[in-house]
């Protein structure tokens, strides 16, 4: 079946750094790849919906500048999670679908900590 | 989105069968009900998801009661990798475009599975 692949699954980085974060779609095109946050015992929340060749659209208080994304080719988008601190420590997140079908495909997710 | 409303947990004894319930009264007419899971530190999970007709796969069976506004998730022997969060999601089935759909998570169910 189709696999989503994130990477890294776990990464720790100091206050000021910037991460980051793959999310590849291994056996099909996406044109569309979604990106989400989880806190501890929360749900997901999409942070925003990552489109090949143009800019992502970000949801509501999600900031463009800190939460850089790049969808460069129809496997491949990538988050930057720039000048991180420790509040943007979560559980991030990726999908991605193939286009018109039902069942979405999610990376293994990667656990981000900020000291 | 039309919303979703789960329990918050659930328990089962390891291989008996469970039946995880999701009320849905807001459904409307093109909108197909997705399952979820997320195993701990994972991303989710594709289980199953439906329309109007009740589905079987290898993993579940979902029930849809004849007026949509509720359906079931049935797994028919739980196991002790069945313990996760459940979530039922509605998606529109109408696609603009032939673009892919970001997934509303809710809070969801947590299953445990007793030995």
């Known amino acids: 079946g189709a696999v989503v692949s994130q990477h890294p699954s776990r990464v720790i980085c100091k206050s000021g750094t910037s991460v980051k974060i793959e999310c590849r779609s291994l056996?099909?095109?996406?044109?569309?790849m979604f990106w989400y946050r989880q806190f501890p015992k929360q749900s997901l929340m999409l942070m925003a919906t990552?489109?090949?060749?143009?800019?992502?659209?970000?949801e509501q208080g999600v900031e463009k500048d800190k939460f850089l994304i790049n969808h460069a080719s129809l496997t491949l988008s990538t988050l930057t999670v720039t000048s991180a601190h420790p509040e943007d420590s979560s559980f991030y997140i990726c999908s991605a679908s193939r286009t018109g079908q039902g069942e979405a495909f999610f990376g293994q997710g990667t656990r981000l900590t900020v000291v | 989105d039309a919303k979703t409303t789960q329990p918050n947990s659930m328990e089962s004894n390891e291989e008996e069968p469970v039946h995880l319930p999701c009320n849905h009264s807001?459904?409307?007419?093109?909108?197909?009900i997705h399952w979820y899971r997320q195993l701990p530190s994972q991303g989710p999970e594709y289980v199953i998801h439906?329309?109007?007709s009740n589905v079987n796969n290898r993993m579940a069976s979902l029930a849809i009661a004849e007026d949509r506004k509720s359906s079931t998730l049935i797994l028919h022997r739980a196991t002790l990798r069945d313990a996760a969060v459940y979530y039922c999601?509605?998606?529109?089935?109408?696609?603009?475009?032939?673009?892919?759909?970001?997934?509303?998570f809710g809070s969801g169910t947590q299953l445990t599975v007793l030995p």
């Open positions: 990552s489109n090949e060749g143009s800019k992502a659209t970000y």
């Open positions: 056996d099909f095109q996406a044109t569309t």
């Open positions: 999601i509605l998606r529109d089935g109408v696609r603009r475009g032939g673009s892919a759909r970001q997934l509303t």
């Open positions: 807001t459904i409307s007419g093109t909108d197909y």
């Open positions: 439906g329309l109007t």
